[in-house]
């Protein structure tokens, strides 16, 4: 794509035969709307996977469509067509302003101006224009290298995955705004056997980048290396106990417990329900003094990050909690204008079939001051996990389950003997209490993360320095003695 375009408004306008004037009269034809909008997609996604030593996937798709949204008070009429052309823009124009026009109206709030747009990821050369030739070539290098790593490595399972987004989004206030958004995403997952033990290890990353960014050096080798880590040490571990422990977590990819367990509960759509454990606490005390969490979609070439959401805001960086303050929610248009505060450039969507709600983008607590050798020096007795390959969180009351895919037992204030099997058991807004020490080693994954809400997924990126936290829930597999 990046070869026929200038301008996502140029595209857009120029390919499917649109002028302004037309679109303006679509939604100038939108009656008791307070709000509307226009979202023109076009998607290309190239995608080749490896298997046992074979390419045995290739896909590239193209997804092509409009969204239009009406908003009357707090009704959302929402209507899409993957065609685009005039006539099509009116009926689902025609079909979304049906939906919204019912019941008496409520006026909104005045929205402020946008803040200063930015750009986070121009590149001369989207992922999307590297050849099928050189994406195989590279997955055969990480099927050689996982294999080598380790004899009891008996199966490479690797993709790549490239994709530009072009958007457009038409607000009934005449402002027109367009995005080209690159992503890339390489992951590699290892199996390991021995002794009628199976084990697997999982690592990968990405972004707003290059595909050059998998080749600097030798990234994606080291991928496969540390997925097939993971696999031999899991082989080892003993089942983990269970029990009221202290939990330490690493850095990085252990933020999606952050995510997950606090970070939707300050999506603003859950508060203005009045269905989330952080409803009405703005101000007040959440968490420890330690602790000051973020949403940051600005920052350059993150798989997160974004120059402008899905509404035409331009992203920020905002304070959720301050010291342990509640500071503020995560807003979209809609509910920043409901509950009188101002959009936070959170209005995130899938796709053009989907409207847009508050979403983070990278989420992620600020480093601390203490030595992370000495937080874990100074537990007795406890876990140390360093990544989760999933988990679930129930919203309203804030209560999560997390499984560990990579911990260790800390015994005297000494990382010790891998365990497997082992689940974090608490309460979101509980768990930010708990937490006794923060390190200074404060890191964001390496781009992995997709978050999924009422059905809909889109990229987001986390982030943790080493924590401590006292009094928490383990679950495990070990027998009682």
Avoid at 66 to 94: K, M, N, P, Q, W
Avoid at 125 to 147: Q, W
Avoid at 199 to 209: E, K, L, P, S, W
Wanted: aromatic share 6%; net charge negative; proline share 5%.
């Amino acid at each position: 794509m990046a070869g026929e375009l200038t301008h996502p408004r140029q595209f857009f306008l120029e390919r499917f035969g649109l002028t302004e004037a037309a679109l303006e009269r679509v939604l100038g034809g939108v009656t008791r709307a307070d709000d509307a909008d226009l979202f023109f997609e076009f998607q290309g996604v190239d995608s080749v996977s490896l298997e046992e030593g074979l390419v045995k996937r290739a896909v590239k798709s193209v997804r092509q469509g409009v969204g239009v949204r009406v908003l009357a008070g707090d009704r959302t009429g929402y209507a899409h067509t993957d065609e685009i052309s005039l006539e099509r823009l009116e009926v689902s124009a025609r079909a979304a302003g049906y939906i919204a026009d019912r019941g008496p109206a409520t006026a909104p709030v005045h929205i402020p101006a946008p803040g200063r747009s930015h750009d986070l990821y121009a590149l001369s050369t989207p992922p999307t224009d590297i050849t099928l030739t050189d994406k195989v070539a590279l997955l055969n290098r990480i099927d050689v290298e996982g294999r080598r790593y380790d004899s009891r490595i008996t199966n490479v399972l690797a993709s790549i995955t490239c994709e530009e987004r072009l958007v457009l989004i038409m607000r009934a206030d005449g402002r027109i705004v367009g995005d080209v958004r690159p992503l890339l995403h390489a992951g590699v997952t290892c199996i390991a056997e021995a002794g009628g033990v199976r084990q697997q290890g999982y690592y990968g990353g990405g972004g707003r980048v290059p595909f050059s960014f998998l080749l600097d050096g030798d990234l994606a080798l080291s991928y496969v290396r540390e997925a097939a880590r993971q696999a031999i040490l899991n082989l080892d571990a003993t089942p983990a106990p269970a029990g009221t422990m202290t939990v330490v977590l690493g850095p990085g990819w252990p933020g999606i417990l952050l995510h997950e367990a606090i970070g939707h509960g300050l999506e603003g759509d859950f508060n203005r329900k009045r269905v989330s454990a952080f409803t009405d606490r703005i101000g007040t005390q959440v968490a420890s003094p330690l602790c000051t969490v973020v949403d940051d979609g600005t920052i350059p070439s993150r798989r997160g990050s974004i120059n402008v959401d899905d509404e035409g805001t331009p992203t920020a960086r905002t304070v959720l909690i301050e010291r342990g303050i509640l500071r503020g929610y995560l807003q979209d248009r809609l509910n920043a204008s409901l509950m009188g505060m101002p959009p936070t450039g959170n209005g995130r969507r899938e796709s053009f079939a989907h409207a847009p709600m508050p979403r983070m983008t990278n989420t992620f607590m600020l480093a601390g001051d203490a030595d992370p050798a000495e937080i874990i020096r100074s537990v007795d007795r406890g876990l140390y996990a360093v990544s989760f390959s999933g988990g679930q969180v129930d919203i309203t009351s804030g209560k999560f389950v997390f499984s560990a895919s990579e911990a260790y037992l800390i015994e005297g204030g000494h990382v010790t003997r891998p365990v497997k099997g082992a689940t974090l058991i608490g309460n979101g807004p509980d768990v930010l209490t708990r937490i006794s020490s923060v390190g200074h080693d404060l890191a964001l994954d390496a781009g992995i993360g997709t978050c999924g809400k009422e059905g809909q997924s889109v990229p987001v990126g986390v982030g943790l320095p080493t924590i401590r936290i006292d009094g928490l829930t383990v679950g495990g597999t070990a027998v009682a003695s």
